[in-house]
């Protein structure tokens, strides 16, 4: 067993060098994009019809393998235990599979699309499209903050605890713990929107496929080195005693941290309804969509990123339960999102910086696909300002690159500032301080059920559309309802909650969010359906619309 930490030298060198391996990719690839005379700005933001099966699957498996997972899976098996990973689980395939069963008819309907955000403008009006690109939009920040958070966590927790942890202020992060979070945060940040601006969505593809095998890889690698790591009464757990108060958990049958089996159930009932409206949310898997060769490599595209999804989601989730068992005084009630890092530091210098680099690469996937993504919403927006229509969807019609380019600018103001001021500022409101009383740090898991909370007000009314029969003002209502149900839920129960459910909190006002939406469009929705109301029909997709030659910024 190792006596060693990862140096902040250390840690430094392996994030950066990892970033600087994505950046050097993207840079040849960017040289070919810009010097070649058939890519136009509509490649730049959909790389249409260009990606076939294998791409697919390691985009959709990249993308979703965020440095999320090694934080909230943990952390949902102690709480809710095997029922709850199965939940979780379950949460991160379901998307993958709708995007898989609806992309098809997306392209069908709208084969110059780009987001959810093109067909919902032309399905419903620019009122529920304004509402559900705000809400995407809030989506991707709280998205984009909680990657950014973890890096700094990940890297702190795997470094020495005398450099980054005051033990007198019970836990707290120094100065100069504060600064390597920091440098990490900026760091990630500028290098993913520096090659994601260079060349859009393409380059984001391609380093999917590295970032996909890296991370399925490595995942393997760290997790069985953890599963054998010497623990126990001499391990080095004993760390965490210089900076925290000790807990008393108390293990059950069920979750290692005491769950019911029907609060497991609860749990995993929860994660499944939110996490998939969440997911359905997320511009950057739409793109996916229309960057398919054709709906049947979607489909298995999609089939194969749900495969590749599974084992990764286990394996965290048994790492959690794991070392619960090993260190269950220390994980619970304060740290039980750490749990994977316990057990990684058993292990000796060498295999952390594997951690680091693992860490890296999933946050780099999920960060550059967030900021295409984010890109890519403000398309129709673009468009609208160059040609004055809405409805002028072909990519003919797109804006020069040098517009588009500005979609990236408006990505950094609006996402990327604030998740990095959010995700390294002390003190924040959305972050949670332990019942031991350490200091208070962000909770990943906290920002994504408050996403998840968003997200379930709009995405049913949305799906909808894609019967004829539903009218914007009914799905309209809808959204407002939900939205409305969710924060009244919110407000009225979270004060009343014991600790260790409060988390879920948001999640359960998402889903009674989610429930109001539906019966709402549905019951507004029926002076129109039995008047008969039918969907006229999107714009044909004409050879006359305007070319990209043709728009002017006049």
């Not at 902040?8 to 950046?23: D, E, K, M, R, W």
């Not at 990940?154 to 470094?159: D, I, K, N, P």
Request: charged share 15%.
């Amino acid at each position: 067993m190792s006596a060693d930490y990862v140096s902040q030298g250390g840690a430094y060198g392996a994030v950066y060098g990892t970033l600087a391996v994505f950046l050097c990719i993207s840079l040849a690839i960017g040289y070919r994009f810009l010097r070649s005379a058939t890519q136009d700005a509509d490649q730049y933001l959909t790389a249409r019809n260009s990606q076939g099966i294998v791409s697919l699957s390691l985009s959709f498996f990249a993308s979703g393998a965020g440095a999320w997972v090694l934080f909230t899976v943990p952390e949902a098996s102690i709480i809710g235990g095997p029922v709850a990973l199965a939940g979780y689980t379950l949460s991160t395939l379901v998307p993958i599979a709708i995007f898989g069963w609806i992309g098809p008819i997306m392209r069908k309907h709208l084969p110059f699309g780009c987001t959810f955000s093109d067909y919902v403008q032309l399905r419903y009006g620019s009122l529920v499209n304004v509402y559900c690109t705000l809400v995407s939009l809030l989506y991707l920040c709280l998205y984009l903050t909680a990657e950014f958070s973890a890096i700094g966590d990940a890297v702190l927790a795997l470094c020495d605890p005398a450099d980054v942890y005051d033990a007198a202020a019970a836990g707290g992060v120094t100065d100069k713990g504060h600064r390597l979070k920091l440098g990490l945060v900026l760091g990630v940040s500028l290098c993913t929107l520096l090659y994601t601006a260079i060349a859009g969505l393409p380059v984001s593809l391609v380093t999917d496929k590295v970032q996909g095998v890296g991370i399925f890889l490595f995942t393997f690698l760290v997790c069985i080195a953890a599963f054998t790591a010497d623990s126990g009464a001499d391990g080095r757990s004993d760390r965490w005693e210089e900076v925290t108060t000790t807990g008393t958990g108390d293990p059950a049958a069920t979750g290692a941290g005491g769950s019911t089996y029907g609060n497991s159930f609860k749990m995993a009932f929860i994660l499944i309804s939110a996490v998939t409206c969440a997911n359905m949310m997320h511009s950057g898997f739409q793109q996916r969509v229309w960057a398919a060769e054709d709906q049947a490599k979607l489909r298995k595209g999609a089939i194969g990123g749900i495969l590749l999804t599974i084992p990764l989601m286990v394996l965290y989730g048994v790492v959690g339960m794991v070392s619960y068992r090993e260190y269950g005084p220390f994980l619970f009630p304060q740290f039980p999102s750490f749990a994977g890092f316990y057990a990684l530091n058993e292990l000796n210098v060498g295999w952390q910086v594997c951690a680091v680099i693992l860490t890296t690469m999933m946050v780099a996937s999920s960060a550059d696909t967030i900021q295409t993504g984010v890109a890519a919403i403000f398309k129709p927006f673009t468009t609208y300002v160059l040609v004055r229509d809405w409805k002028a969807l072909p990519s003919e019609a797109e804006a020069p690159r040098t517009i588009v380019a500005l979609n990236f600018v408006l990505a950094a103001v609006v996402v990327n500032v604030p998740a990095i001021v959010i995700s390294t500022h002390r003190g924040d409101a959305l972050r949670t301080r332990p019942r031991s009383g350490c200091d208070a740090h962000l909770s990943v898991l906290s920002l994504f059920v408050l996403a998840d909370l968003v997200c379930a007000t709009c995405v049913v009314p949305v799906l909808m559309g894609l019967n004829d029969r539903i009218h914007p003002s009914a799905a309209a209502a809808g959204c407002l309802a939900g939205a409305g149900t969710a924060l009244l839920i919110y407000g009225l129960a979270v004060d009343g909650e014991p600790d260790d459910f409060k988390t879920l909190i948001p999640d359960i006002a998402g889903v009674s969010g989610l429930y109001a939406d539906t019966l709402v469009t549905l019951a507004a929705n029926i002076p129109w359906f039995r008047s008969g109301y039918r969907f006229e029909g999107y714009p044909p997709v004409a050879a006359e619309s305007p070319r990209a030659g043709d728009v002017t910024t006049a």
